[in-house]
């Protein structure tokens, strides 16, 4: 399979540090607010990236940090008059109940940036020690100029990134030059050799990564504006600390995701919380939204959009039904077995072909909905066997697995079984009632209902 780089912005085969394993890295949320359907565009894309690669049978080591310490936290926190830390930790939660939502849940390790103040310091102690950092008194900084590829990523000329840079501190050496450790005199604030202080924010991400997969790895991602400063500040210092490179094999980057054509921002009354989101959608018909876009592409969000992809999920999803029905009382063999069996051939290709090639989802899912397309038009005259019909769902299946869906499963059960069972859930859950055992109750007819048994009190 290929993958687009960033760094030589061409696609290239993917091939692995380490033979059938995988270590994927994406810079997480500041942890200062809810999170927006622009991290929602983001954290879906490369959960999908990870399905897959785990579907083609690599193991994925998917690691995400958490800015739970930034002058953002500490000035939302300010205004609210709470401890920082009880803020951070607050939306770190809220966001995690976000991606639940959107069924993005292939992270292995959140990593908590003030859990890793020792590798941080100790990350700037070597910086300073190869001579690509100095100590001002304001705080530390990384010297640029040391790093002579600085700006390889976002193919930026030095001379150009600082022409327009504000010398905020005037003992810097060079306008471009990032901080590594602020020193501070206000809480909240951690000793340090440099006395106390908190970490600059490019630091955390490459002391984080070194941690758990050392000075080089395979995939780094995040959103095409992380790009220029933070993944060169990142590339600037793993590189100089371990002299090793490239620091990533790959750098793949989301693209932006707007509102009605226009860039989401609050000033602009268009700026929607994943929360704000999930008040009116499903989070799978979101997550169909995203995935109908190429994650490199721009995405264009609107309610229209969003009930169209309502539609098309509804679409697969009543095929999957369809298929599962007539699987119950199909015979085991049928001449009409080649035709479908085809169909299902052709189709199936087509849509590996297109996630071979650099995780391309709309043509995937073009390739799903003219499978279905072709097997609603052969299913006029035809009748297939149930060895065909489960080769069929078994491909859902995976579809499902790799998108991040769910399909109902129908189960065959005897009609008189059925109905006796029933009737004692039922008997079960009125006792419950009568017991004022409400949640427990609630959740019976909630189960009962995926499973299509309309229940009402």
Same mark, same amino acid.
């Given at each position: 399979?290929?993958?687009?780089?960033?760094?030589?912005?061409?696609?290239?085969?993917?091939?692995?540090?380490?033979?059938?394993?995988?270590?994927?890295?994406?810079?997480?949320?500041?942890?200062?607010?809810?999170?927006?359907?622009?991290?929602?565009?983001?954290?879906?894309?490369?959960?999908?990236?990870?399905?897959?690669?785990?579907?083609?049978?690599?193991?994925?080591?998917?690691?995400?940090?958490?800015?739970?310490?930034?002058?953002?936290?500490?000035?939302?926190?300010?205004?609210?008059?709470?401890?920082?830390?009880?803020?951070?930790?607050?939306?770190?939660?809220?966001?995690?109940?976000?991606?639940?939502?959107?069924?993005?849940?292939?992270?292995?390790?959140?990593?908590?940036?003030?859990?890793?103040?020792?590798?941080?310091?100790?990350?700037?102690?070597?910086?300073?020690?190869?001579?690509?950092?100095?100590?001002?008194?304001?705080?530390?900084?990384?010297?640029?100029?040391?790093?002579?590829?600085?700006?390889?990523?976002?193919?930026?000329?030095?001379?150009?990134?600082?022409?327009?840079?504000?010398?905020?501190?005037?003992?810097?050496?060079?306008?471009?030059?990032?901080?590594?450790?602020?020193?501070?005199?206000?809480?909240?604030?951690?000793?340090?050799?440099?006395?106390?202080?908190?970490?600059?924010?490019?630091?955390?991400?490459?002391?984080?990564?070194?941690?758990?997969?050392?000075?080089?790895?395979?995939?780094?991602?995040?959103?095409?504006?992380?790009?220029?400063?933070?993944?060169?500040?990142?590339?600037?210092?793993?590189?100089?600390?371990?002299?090793?490179?490239?620091?990533?094999?790959?750098?793949?980057?989301?693209?932006?995701?707007?509102?009605?054509?226009?860039?989401?921002?609050?000033?602009?009354?268009?700026?929607?919380?994943?929360?704000?989101?999930?008040?009116?959608?499903?989070?799978?018909?979101?997550?169909?939204? !995203? +995935?109908?876009?190429?994650? =490199?592409?721009?995405? &264009? /969000?609107?309610?229209?959009?969003?009930? @169209?992809?309502? *539609?098309?999920?509804?679409?697969?999803?009543?095929?999957?039904?369809?298929?599962?029905?007539?699987?119950?009382?199909?015979?085991?063999?049928?001449?009409?077995?080649?035709?479908?069996?085809?169909?299902?051939?052709?189709?199936?290709?087509?849509?590996?072909?297109?996630?071979?090639?650099?995780?391309?989802?709309?043509?995937?899912?073009?390739?799903?909905?003219?499978?279905?397309?072709?097997?609603?038009?052969?299913?006029?005259?035809?009748?297939?066997?149930?060895? !065909? +019909?489960?080769?069929?769902? =078994?491909?859902?299946? &995976? /579809?499902?697995?790799?998108?991040?869906? @769910?399909?109902? *499963?129908?189960?065959?059960?005897?009609?008189?079984?059925?109905?006796?069972?029933?009737?004692?859930?039922?008997?079960?859950?009125?006792?419950?009632?009568?017991?004022?055992?409400?949640?427990?109750?609630?959740?019976?007819?909630?189960?009962?209902?995926?499973?299509?048994?309309?229940?009402?009190?």
């Amino acid at each position: 399979m290929n993958i687009y780089n960033t760094m030589s912005q061409e696609k290239e085969p993917l091939e692995a540090l380490h033979p059938a394993r995988i270590k994927l890295f994406v810079c997480g949320p500041t942890v200062y607010d809810d999170a927006h359907i622009g991290h929602a565009r983001t954290y879906i894309s490369f959960d999908m990236i990870k399905r897959y690669l785990e579907y083609k049978g690599y193991s994925v080591f998917y690691l995400q940090n958490i800015t739970d310490i930034d002058d953002k936290i500490i000035t939302r926190a300010a205004e609210l008059g709470v401890d920082p830390e009880k803020l951070a930790r607050k939306f770190e939660k809220r966001y995690q109940k976000d991606m639940e939502k959107l069924g993005v849940n292939g992270v292995n390790l959140h990593a908590r940036a003030t859990q890793h103040l020792d590798e941080i310091i100790t990350q700037i102690q070597s910086l300073l020690e190869k001579g690509f950092a100095y100590e001002t008194e304001k705080g530390v900084y990384f010297d640029e100029s040391q790093f002579p590829d600085y700006g390889k990523l976002s193919r930026r000329k030095l001379e150009d990134l600082n022409v327009h840079r504000i010398q905020q501190d005037e003992d810097k050496k060079n306008p471009g030059d990032f901080a590594l450790w602020k020193k501070k005199d206000h809480e909240p604030l951690w000793d340090s050799p440099w006395g106390p202080g908190r970490p600059g924010w490019h630091i955390e991400d490459t002391a984080i990564t070194e941690e758990y997969f050392g000075p080089q790895y395979d995939i780094h991602g995040g959103g095409l504006d992380l790009i220029f400063p933070h993944h060169e500040a990142e590339i600037a210092q793993m590189e100089s600390v371990s002299g090793k490179s490239p620091m990533v094999a790959y750098w793949m980057h989301t693209g932006f995701l707007n509102v009605s054509g226009e860039k989401m921002s609050k000033s602009l009354g268009n700026f929607i919380t994943i929360r704000d989101l999930l008040e009116n959608y499903q989070g799978d018909v979101f997550r169909f939204f !995203v +995935l109908s876009t190429h994650y =490199r592409s721009p995405i &264009d /969000f609107s309610t229209k959009a969003l009930d @169209q992809s309502t *539609k098309s999920l509804e679409r697969i999803k009543n095929m999957v039904l369809k298929l599962q029905k007539l699987s119950l009382n199909a015979p085991l063999d049928r001449s009409d077995d080649d035709l479908f069996q085809e169909i299902l051939n052709k189709y199936q290709e087509e849509f590996f072909r297109h996630m071979d090639n650099d995780f391309n989802t709309p043509q995937a899912l073009a390739a799903v909905f003219n499978l279905i397309r072709q097997l609603n038009k052969s299913l006029e005259n035809n009748n297939p066997s149930k060895k !065909v +019909l489960n080769n069929i769902l =078994r491909f859902f299946n &995976d /579809f499902a697995e790799i998108m991040g869906f @769910q399909f109902k *499963k129908i189960v065959k059960t005897p009609v008189t079984s059925q109905e006796d069972l029933l009737e004692i859930i039922l008997d079960i859950r009125e006792k419950l009632r009568q017991k004022k055992e409400w949640e427990l109750s609630d959740e019976i007819r909630s189960r009962l209902n995926n499973l299509d048994f309309e229940i009402q009190d």
